[in-house]
């Protein structure tokens, strides 16, 4: 079975700060993938990133980093010197080769950014 | 592109009324999905098509029905509306890929209030 944990319900930061949302799955399959999906206050769900399971490479865009870590079944996300717009309910999600593009999502985890 | 639409956006129903919410996507998209999002739970998957005409389904699909007659529409029918269905629906297409891999494209929601 396939499942995702975001341990954290919300984060609160003052701007500037730098903020690290953790993901956590589990999943017996080799092959799989993983995502992150942001939801602001307006409500759509926005695509961020997408990561296979043989690529451990973190990556960086912009202010966002991931770092993915196979020993440890985590996924994390940063936001580096976070901004208000960074506001938002952020999304971890699973995906195996046998589940024909079904996602298995944690629970969300709300960052509120201040001035 | 218009993306994924839904229609409506907001919808109060009766407790045993019934209602068809649609998603059309403009992509080409094989693969399309109906979510709910209740607080706390993150997004759990309805029904999901991997094309034309096919239907499967997810995590909750209990009191929910749904049709893909034609590629770019994918029908979310409620036939006897429950309190227990109150939620915010998002409907979502993929291209699919070789392993279903590819990322999710999300509309923007309908919030649905059953009294």
């Known amino acids: 079975a396939q499942k995702v944990t975001q341990a954290q319900t919300e984060i609160s930061v003052v701007e500037k700060e730098d903020v690290t949302l953790d993901c956590v799955y589990e999943?017996?399959?080799?092959?799989?993938?993983l995502f992150w999906y942001k939801q602001p206050p307006s409500g759509e769900l926005v695509f961020l990133i997408r990561?296979?399971?043989?690529?451990?490479q973190n990556e960086i865009s912009g202010r966002y980093s991931w770092n993915f870590q196979k020993s440890t079944s985590s996924f994390n996300f940063t936001i580096t010197a976070s901004q208000v717009v960074d506001s938002a309910v952020y999304f971890c999600?699973?995906?195996?080769?046998?589940?024909?593009?079904?996602?298995?999502f944690g629970a969300g985890t709300q960052v509120v950014v201040t001035p | 592109n218009a993306g994924v639409t839904q229609t409506p956006k907001f919808r109060v129903l009766k407790t045993g009324q019934s209602m068809t919410l649609l998603c059309a996507q403009d992509?080409?998209?094989?693969?399309m999905y109906w979510y709910r999002q209740d607080p706390g739970m993150g997004l759990r998957l309805i029904h999901y098509?991997?094309?034309?005409?096919?239907?499967a389904k997810g995590e909750v699909p209990d009191g929910y029905n749904v049709s893909r007659l034609k590629k770019q529409n994918f029908l979310l029918g409620l036939e006897s509306a429950a309190p227990s269905q109150t939620s915010v629906y998002f409907c979502?297409?993929?291209?699919?890929?070789?392993?279903?891999?590819?990322?999710?494209?999300f509309g923007p929601g309908t919030r649905l209030t059953v009294l």
């Open positions: 979502a297409s993929s291209y699919g890929g070789r392993e279903g891999q590819s990322e999710q494209f």
């Open positions: 999943t017996r399959d080799t092959t799989y993938y």
């Open positions: 990561r296979n399971s043989f690529d451990e």
């Open positions: 999600a699973l995906m195996t080769t046998d589940s024909w593009g079904k996602f298995q």
């Open positions: 992509m080409n998209h094989e693969y």
């Open positions: 098509s991997v094309g034309e005409g096919t239907t």
